[in-house]
T-cell receptor, first 115, second 112 residues
Framework: GAGVSQSPSNKVTEKGKDVELRCDPI?????LYWYRQSLGQGLEFLIY????????KSGLPSDRFSAERTGGSVSTLTIQRTQQEDSAVYLC?????????????FGPGTRLTVL | GDSVTQMEGPVTLSEEACLTI???????????LFWYVQYPGEGLQLLLK?????DKGSNKGFEATYRKETTSFHLEKGSVQVSDSAVYFC???????????FGAGTRLTVKP
């Protein structure tokens, strides 16, 4: 596609429910990143993928968070048993390769609201 | 660890005013430095970058110079427009690192 897409754009859920957030990176980009942007805060790095592998999961805030990537393309971020503090905008970005001085291309984000 | 500190907002300016958004960083080695912009309702997009000391990144009338001696990468524009209203993020990455560290963002509002 022309850019990184994310779905849904908005998600409202009840506390305790599970949610899945989807990211479609730019075709051919091998690196994929997830960030969280809380109100008034900067971007918090969650996890990155190189291909289908996620070598470093230490950025995930708790074991309720998990992510996977299949076929070197689409990625899903899953939050189990959501809590109110999970409310934020979840951003996905892709890059032709890992960071360094390479630009990351961001999707529009998914706004998650946990009631 | 690596970190980025940028000027707190919000910043409100009149059209054609001068803009400076301060950004300083802490990192070992020689990071690459970036400014990203997030227009209302849109995703972040790269505004400019600099990959080594004394480099100047520029785009859309914005400029930032990589100053290693002061560990800074301040964003400047001589004459802002209403369309520049957005949130601006300073960021860094290091070769071999797999994430990008962002500042908290500075919201700029330009009034006609």
């Amino acid at each position: 596609g022309a850019g990184v897409s994310q779905s849904p754009s908005n998600k409202v859920t009840e506390k305790g429910k599970d949610v899945e957030l989807r990211c479609d990176p730019i075709s051919g980009h091998t690196a994929l990143y997830w960030y969280r942007q809380s109100l008034g805060q900067g971007l918090e790095f969650l996890i990155y993928f190189q291909g289908n592998s996620a070598p470093d999961k230490s950025g995930l805030p708790s074991d309720r968070f998990s992510a996977e990537r299949t076929g070197g393309s689409v990625s899903t971020l899953t939050i189990q048993r959501t809590q109110q503090e999970d409310s934020a905008v979840y951003l996905c970005a892709s890059s032709p390769r890992l960071a360094g001085n390479n630009e990351q291309f961001f999707g529009p984000g998914t706004r998650l609201t946990v009631l | 660890g690596d970190s980025v500190t940028q000027m707190e907002g919000p910043v409100t300016l009149s059209e054609e005013a001068c803009l400076t958004i301060n950004c300083t960083y802490t990192a070992t080695g020689y990071p690459s430095l970036f400014w990203y912009v997030q227009y209302p309702g849109e995703g972040l997009q790269l505004l400019l970058k600099a990959t080594k000391a004394d480099d100047k990144g520029s785009n859309k009338g914005f400029e930032a110079t990589y100053r290693k001696e002061t560990t800074s990468f301040h964003l400047e524009k001589g004459s802002v427009q209403v369309s520049d209203s957005a949130v601006y993020f300073c960021a860094l990455s290091r070769p071999g690192n797999n994430d990008m560290r962002f500042g908290a963002g500075t919201r700029l509002t330009v009034k006609p």
